[in-house]
């Protein structure tokens, strides 16, 4: 069993930054792929971005935040981080972390392990 915690959401002003950080626990970091979501009122959970697990080299963003955001972990810590740059006011959602034992995926049903999301509000 995985458990999954965020942190950093917050309010910032358009064009600015936040990191969101999401420290995992109950299993070693190192063999999972991990994703960030993102949902607002009244639409259907979105991917944002996944990165492999150790050793794979991969992530993936969705085309919205390509550029603009970046996911990153560090093993040793057991977290993946989430940095958001240039952010705008369409960006604001709650951010969710996922983990999958499965394969590398940005579709929602792969992951088995969800955080309870941290609110990020970008005002314009």
């Known amino acids: 069993q995985v458990q999954v915690v965020e942190s950093g959401g917050g309010l910032v002003q358009a064009g600015g930054s936040l990191r969101l950080s999401c420290a995992a626990s109950?299993?070693?970091?190192?063999?999972?792929?991990m994703g960030w979501f993102r949902q607002t009122p009244g639409k259907e959970r979105e991917f944002v971005s996944a990165?492999?697990?150790?050793?794979?080299?991969?992530?993936h963003y969705a085309e919205s935040v390509k550029g603009r955001f970046t996911i990153s972990r560090d093993d040793y810590k057991n977290t993946v981080y989430l940095q958001m740059n240039s952010l705008k006011p369409e960006d604001t959602a709650v951010y969710y972390c996922?983990?999958?034992?499965?394969?590398?995926?940005?579709?929602?049903?792969?992951?088995?392990?969800w955080g309870q999301g941290t609110q990020v509000t970008v005002s314009s």
């Open positions: 996922a983990a999958t034992e499965l394969v590398f995926s940005d579709r929602e049903f792969q992951y088995q392990y």
């Open positions: 109950g299993r070693t970091l190192r063999s999972l792929t």
């Open positions: 990165i492999g697990w150790r050793g794979s080299n991969t992530n």
